[in-house]
T-cell receptor, first 116, second 116 residues
Framework: AQTVTQSQPEMSVQEAETVTLSCTYD???????LFWYKQPPSRQMILVIR??????QNATENRFSVNFQKAAKSFSLKISDSQLGDAAMYFC?????????????FGEGTQLTVNP | EPEVTQTPSHQVTQMGQEVILRCVPI?????FYWYRQILGQKVEFLVS????????KSEIFDDQFSVERPDGSNFTLKIRSTKLEDSAMYFC??????????????FGSGTRLTVV
């Protein structure tokens, strides 16, 4: 079974600075997807960024980028120019690409605080 | 942008009562899911549903849970006899448009279930 580990329960960053959230995963599959979700206090799950395992290029969405190291099974999220609105719980998630409709497996989450 | 709609947003129920949580997935999606998040914990997969039947379920999804797509638009989760430990946020999600793009999940905003 696949597992996802986020080793940082809490992180903090100063507004306008850069922060990196860590995620590692374990799988024997070669075809899969990785995601970062943001969960603000409203508890809605908001997709931040996704990465297909077959793509070597790291995904980027505006101020959010990932460092995908397939051999190391590492998938970190970098937030540049942090804003107060970035404060939230962030979850890393894995999904198999070998079957359609597969489940998402989530990590434990990292609570990000942005200090003004 | 298409949304997954969940109702109610918050439900309080007595222990032992039956509850039905409702979801309207995105209309052209083919796969439907329920996830659960106990307060302060990670998001956990409950069940996936495709072609009017369960395609996968977790160990959490025992006999007290059931899912149904009664009318072609709604997707429901029924908990037959609620327990205190069922108190959680329940998320519905859908994926898999007819273009074959199945890696994009869309989550609803959740139903907060409180069992007293």
């Amino acid at each position: 079974a696949q597992t996802v580990t986020q080793s940082q329960p809490e992180m903090s960053v100063q507004e306008a600075e850069t922060v990196t959230l860590s995620c590692t995963y374990d799988t024997s599959e070669s075809d899969y997807y990785l995601f970062w979700y943001k969960q603000p206090p409203s508890r809605q799950m908001i997709l931040v960024i996704r990465q297909e395992a077959y793509k070597q290029q790291n995904a980027t969405e505006n101020r959010f980028s990932v460092n995908f190291q397939k051999a190391a099974k590492s998938f970190s999220l970098k937030i540049s120019d942090s804003q107060l609105g970035d404060a939230a719980m962030y979850f890393c998630a894995y999904r198999s690409g070998e079957t359609s409709g597969s489940r998402l497996t989530f990590g434990e989450g990292t609570q990000l605080t942005v200090n003004p | 942008e298409p949304e997954v709609t969940q109702t109610p947003s918050h439900q309080v129920t007595q222990m032992g009562q039956e509850v039905i949580l409702r979801c309207v997935p995105i209309s052209n999606h083919l796969y439907f899911y329920w996830y659960r998040q106990i307060l302060g914990q990670k998001v956990e997969f409950l069940v996936s549903f495709y072609n009017n039947e369960i395609s996968e379920k977790s160990e959490i999804f025992d006999d007290q849970f059931s899912v149904e797509r009664p009318d072609g638009s709604n997707f429901t989760l029924k908990i037959r006899s609620t327990k205190l430990e069922d108190s959680a946020m329940y998320f519905c999600a859908s994926s898999g448009g007819q273009t074959g793009d199945d890696y994009g999940y869309t989550f609803g905003s959740g139903t907060r279930l409180t069992v007293v």
